[in-house]
T-cell receptor, first 110, second 117 residues
Framework: TQLLEQSPQFLSIQEGENLTVYCNSS?????LQWYRQEPGEGPVLLVT?????EVKKLKRLTFQFGDARKDSSLHITAAQPGDTGLYLC??????????FGAGTRLFVKA | DAGVIQSPRHEVTEMGQEVTLRCKPI?????LFWYRQTMMRGLELLIY????????DSGMPEDRFSAKMPNASFSTLKIQPSEPRDSAVYFC???????????????FGPGTRLTVT
């Protein structure tokens, strides 16, 4: 069974701090996406990574795909209250199906 | 672009009643997914369609659940009869799957919050 494990499950930090969340699997993915979900809304796509070792930046967010394409990380620099939400990683093995992790729930205090 | 549209946004019903959730995918997308999200189980894939054809319904919990996609712009998820344990947020997502590639980015609707009492 393919599984995507995210850590930590919950993170509460002060505004201005840095943080990293992780997404790990024993499976190799052809691509991996990160989504952010706010209360009462659906997940919103942040980024897709497809190449092993790839690094993508989205303002204060840095996403990295592992060399073996089995894991990924999301680093947020100088977190702001607007970053609060549930961060989900999702992996594709090349078929139609996407596997979602359980998510990291981030709370940034002002 | 209007994005994925779901209706209703909220549904409260009594146990035993039939519930129908509706979804309009993004125009031009050829794949549609139904998910269920709860605090305990996270986001679970129920069923997905490609070109209006159900590809995998192994995530559908029971025979009480059924889904249809009569055309490229409309899908329904029906629960009959509904039970309290079906209470959850149900999301529809759509994607464009091209030849030789898997489903990459999915675009989610706002969800339907279902409460079965």
């Amino acid at each position: 069974t393919q599984l995507l494990e995210q850590s930590p499950q919950f993170l509460s930090i002060q505004e201005g701090e840095n943080l990293t969340v992780y997404c790990n699997s024993s499976s190799v993915f052809s691509s991996l996406q990160w989504y952010r979900q706010e209360p009462g809304e659906g997940p919103v796509l942040l980024v897709t990574v497809v190449t092993g070792g790839e690094v993508k930046k989205l303002k204060r967010l840095t996403f990295q795909f592992g060399d073996a394409r089995k894991d990924s990380s999301l680093h947020i620099t100088a977190a702001q209250p607007g970053d609060t939400g549930l961060y989900l990683c999702a992996g594709n093995t090349g078929g139609f199906k996407t596997i979602f992790g359980a998510g990291t729930r981030l709370f940034v205090k002002a | 672009d209007a994005g994925v549209i779901q209706s209703p946004r909220h549904e409260v019903t009594e146990m035993g009643q039939e519930v129908t959730l509706r979804c309009k995918p993004i125009s031009g997308h050829n794949s549609l997914f139904w998910y269920r999200q709860t605090m305990m189980r996270g986001l679970e894939l129920l069923i997905y369609f490609n070109n209006n054809v159900p590809i995998d319904d192994s995530g559908m919990p029971e025979d009480r659940f059924s889904a249809k996609m009569p055309n490229a712009s409309f899908s329904t998820l029906k629960i009959q009869p509904s039970e309290p344990r079906d209470s959850a947020v149900y999301f529809c997502a759509s994607s464009l799957v091209t030849s030789g590639r898997g489903s990459y980015e999915q675009y989610f609707g706002p969800g339907t919050r279902l409460t079965v009492t």
